[in-house]
């Protein structure tokens, strides 16, 4: 997912239940006590389910991209700060667990959860070093320079030598700017947790919002965008989609209580999903006219 969705404190709020009574004292009628049993039972199914699903997805993010590899034996037209991005985040979802901060399961095992999410940190941190190793050479370097622009503008880099751009440089201004942005979030998002806990739920959700901004970027300039790059960005929106569903059926599922930071979870969500929404029309229109490729704008 894109932020896990355990990181949250919830407030208690038990609400009435159709209760009978007896001399006062209430009881919960049994055909009640197994509807509600039942009910219960596949919401929590079905949360559960959503927070997997969006684990998948992610796997199909980092399955696609080696299929892109594997087939076309490049790099090209990947950005190497949206992949290291991507990889980051998976890496540091990983710390949820010890830091219980993680989403617990009612219905799947529990084990399927951190299962995934170590196949996935494994998935990408491999990923990452088959690309270092065999595609580094036929990577786009000139095009994947998300930031170098505005550094070059404020007159902030030399004009020779290796600090001059390149995907280090991009990289730093990038992760400047998703700590700088978190320390942003920190002042909005509500917690209870201590400031380097808060802090680090800011930076991770940050880094999810930015991740494919580089990438978005270098389909524009390229214009044409193959499948399995389409599938990269696909995938992450339906992770994203996935985990805002979580957030608004919970409330629905639990109804005694309620997550304090659900309507800030919300909208960094539907965020997440109106940066990827531009790009989404392009995917739809190319499906429905059977394009081989997504066509970005109005290029034939």
Avoid at 172 to 192: K, N, P
Avoid at 290 to 297: A, F, H, L, N, R
């Amino acid at each position: 997912s894109s932020q896990p969705p355990g990181i949250f404190r919830v407030r208690t709020n038990f609400p009435s239940a159709p209760f009978q009574s007896i001399r006062g004292i209430p009881f919960l009628t049994s055909s009640a006590l197994a509807h509600t049993s039942v009910t219960m039972w596949v919401g929590q199914l079905f949360l559960d389910g959503l927070i997997l699903t969006s684990d998948f997805c992610t796997l199909g993010t980092f399955l696609s991209l080696a299929y892109k590899l594997h087939t076309t034996r490049s790099g090209a037209g990947l950005s190497v700060q949206s992949m290291v991005t991507v990889v980051g985040a998976r890496c540091l979802h990983l710390l949820s667990h010890f830091m219980r901060l993680h989403y617990l399961p009612a219905v799947v095992p529990w084990v399927c959860y951190p299962a995934m999410d170590i196949i996935n940190a494994l998935a990408g941190v491999g990923l990452m070093l088959i690309f270092a190793m065999k595609f580094y050479h036929t990577y786009d370097r000139e095009k994947d320079d998300f930031g170098i622009h505005v550094l070059k503008k404020l007159d902030l880099l030399p004009e020779r030598g290796p600090l001059s751009g390149g995907p280090f440089v991009a990289s730093t201004f990038l992760y400047s700017c998703i700590g700088f942005l978190a320390l942003l979030w920190y002042g909005v998002r509500r917690s209870h947790s201590s400031f380097w806990v808060s802090y680090f739920c800011c930076y991770y959700e940050v880094m999810g919002a930015v991740a494919l901004i580089p990438q978005l970027m270098m389909f524009q300039k390229d214009k044409r965008v193959s499948p399995a790059l389409a599938n990269f960005v696909v995938l992450t929106a339906v992770n994203r989609l996935c985990t805002l569903i979580f957030w608004i059926a919970y409330p629905r599922v639990y109804t005694w209580r309620y997550p304090d930071n659900r309507g800030i979870q919300m909208a960094s969500e539907a965020l997440n999903l109106l940066i990827l929404s531009d790009f989404l029309y392009y995917w739809v229109r190319s499906k429905v006219r059977g394009d081989k490729e997504v066509i970005i704008g109005d290029v034939v």
